[in-house]
């Protein structure tokens, strides 16, 4: 995965809902679910909660911890 977008993971914060200006690599399991199940918003938020889900999914948080 190419590292710049491992760095919006860091930097970006989620714009609004319940978590609104945490950053997206804190948001929590159970929300990215319910988005996999209603459906992710589109653009590049979308994605990066998609591919967000997808890290969450398949246990590689660790790719974050050192640019944290």
Do not use: Q
Not at 2 to 29: H, N, Q, W
């Amino acid at each position: 995965m190419d590292k710049a977008v491992l760095l919006e993971f860091i930097s970006t914060r989620m714009p609004y809902g319940k978590y609104k200006g945490r950053r997206i690599c804190d948001i929590p399991e159970h929300y990215l679910v319910w988005y996999h199940s209603k459906g992710f918003p589109g653009g590049k938020l979308g994605m990066l909660l998609n591919t967000m889900y997808e890290i969450r999914l398949n246990g590689l948080e660790d790719l974050l911890k050192p640019l944290k």
